[in-house]
């Protein structure tokens, strides 16, 4: 019973890899460009199951797919450290006031 | 019924994914981001992937996104809490993304996965990780192949001849191991208490 296929799993990963780039490019939040991050992670993982599944990967994408989570478990932990340090020096998490190194 | 699932967790991702992107209001915005990352472990199971399924619910929805909710609330006091953007950068994005979306959908209309799995499949060996049937019935579950993976020792591919069996995973395994824990003590280093200055600086 193969009725979606491959095709439906990579839609989906690509809807949601651009959701979380304009999440990314839009947001004036510095924990919501951070939900970006982590949309445009999970799209890819949709990708690398999906080929895990369908396709020659075998159980390869499945441990590709367990070490992405792990990183962005570790990416989500550093960054937010980052934000906290952010608000303490500018009282406030708008990326666009972070603007020292403009040139 | 496996129509019925998909369509339900892709269209439930979808759907958390576009209200990520379009509320305002960064507490909805996790609750939204929850929805998405739930469908998506749903999405894990149906493709069979169970460990990952499990491992995506307890580590990003139960770690990751609980990480994200301390950080809102330690982060958004008052007027902090809804940061707009403007509708014109909003609108600019939309449309930037919708040709994006548009150009990644009709690469993957265009390929013809079968023909390709085929022909990597009579060049390279190998072959899906879990049979079809297997996953209908439940029979079969990843966490061991997976586990000894990790190990360095392949079992799903032991049937492969010699030279095409696939390496294990110890090393990656290993460095991840230590790159997790070099990250979560500089994160604490980072993260500690200050003293906070009285005046914002820049602006």
Same mark, same amino acid.
């Given at each position: 019973? =193969? ?24 947001? /004036? ?23 895990? /599944? ?7 994408? =499945? ?33 666009? /006031? ?6 | 019924? %496996? ?9 439930? +991702?979808?759907?958390? @994914? ?35 399924? +499990?491992?995506?619910?307890? &580590? ?7 990480? !994200?909710?301390? *950080? ?18 909003? &609108?600019? @994005? ?6 994006? !979306? ?14 390709? %799995?085929?022909? !990597? ?5 190998? *072959?899906?990780? &879990?049979?079809?049937? @297997?996953?209908?019935?439940? %029979? ?17 591919? $032991? $049937? ?6 696939? $390496? ?6 290993? &460095? ?10 500089? +994160? ?12 914002? %600086? *820049?602006?």
């Amino acid at each position: 019973m =193969q009725s979606i296929g491959l095709t439906g799993y990579l839609g989906v990963g690509a809807i949601l890899f651009v959701c979380g780039v304009i999440c990314m490019a839009t947001k /004036r939040n510095g924990i919501g460009v951070l939900m970006g991050v982590e949309l445009v992670l999970n799209g890819a993982n949709i990708n690398f199951v999906a080929f895990s /599944r369908f396709g020659t990967l075998g159980l390869d994408g =499945q441990i590709a797919a367990l070490f992405v989570i792990v990183l962005a478990a570790a990416e989500a932990a550093v960054a937010l450290a980052i934000a906290l340090n952010f608000y303490n020096n500018h009282l406030s998490i708008d990326v666009d /006031r972070g603007n020292e190194l403009k040139g | 019924m %496996e129509t019925v699932l998909f369509l339900l967790f892709g269209l439930s +991702a979808a759907g958390g @994914a576009l209200g990520v992107v379009l509320t305002q209001h960064v507490v909805r915005m996790a609750f939204w981001l929850i929805i998405a990352l739930g469908s998506t472990a749903g999405l894990f199971f149906l493709l069979g992937a169970d460990f990952v399924g +499990a491992t995506q619910l307890l &580590i990003y929805v139960g770690g990751t996104v609980v990480l !994200l909710i301390f *950080g809102v609330m330690l982060t958004s006091s008052g007027p902090f809490l809804q940061i707009r953007t403007s509708p014109g950068e909003l &609108i600019q @994005a939309l449309i930037l993304g919708g040709l994006f !979306l548009a150009m990644l959908v009709t690469t993957v209309m265009q390929v013809d996965w079968d023909r390709h %799995e085929s022909r !990597l499949q009579a060049d390279y060996g190998g *072959g899906p990780a &879990i049979d079809s049937r @297997a996953i209908v019935t439940g %029979e079969q579950s990843t966490v061991r192949q997976i586990g000894t993976a990790l190990l360095g020792a392949r079992f799903d591919a $032991a $049937a492969l001849p010699k030279d095409q069996q696939a $390496a294990g995973y110890l090393l990656p395994f290993e &460095i991840i191991s230590v790159h997790l824990l070099v990250v979560l003590i500089g +994160a604490a280093y980072l993260a500690r208490a200050k003293r906070r200055r009285t005046k914002p %600086e *820049g602006g």
